[in-house]
């Protein structure tokens, strides 16, 4: 009897876990294929491949998803973290040029004297 529970407990995760992978590859397939055509034919092509077939085209297409996207963020990030550094310089020297005006100043004062 325990071993027909513990067999029911894997059936269910194993739908559960069939589920989530259907959920991630029609995700995959909707964003990297725009075009409603190629959805279908990669939707077609996949309701004819084993369990293994399905892991394996999912963890390609989700490499290919990082590759062409994470690029597209990578870039994006860059640019930001170029502006935070463009944003610095230009912080920097104005403080270095108003440090340098203030001693210019004191420098005449004490001339002055």
Excluded at 3 to 25: D, I, P, T, Y
Excluded at 55 to 72: C, I, P, V
């Amino acid at each position: 009897m325990a071993m027909a529970k513990k067999l029911e407990v894997n059936e269910g995760e194993l739908k559960a876990n069939a589920a989530k992978l259907g959920q991630k590859l029609g995700l995959l397939i909707a964003l990297l294929f725009p075009k409603a055509e190629e959805q279908q034919a990669w939707l077609e092509i996949a309701a004819k491949m084993s369990p293994s077939q399905l892991l394996e085209l999912t963890e390609t297409l989700e490499q290919k998803y990082l590759e062409a996207f994470g690029r597209s963020i990578d870039e994006q990030y860059q640019e930001e973290i170029q502006a935070a550094v463009d944003d610095y310089n230009s912080t920097q020297k104005r403080i270095n040029q108003k440090t340098l005006d203030q001693l210019q100043e004191l420098e005449n004062e004490l001339e002055a004297k």
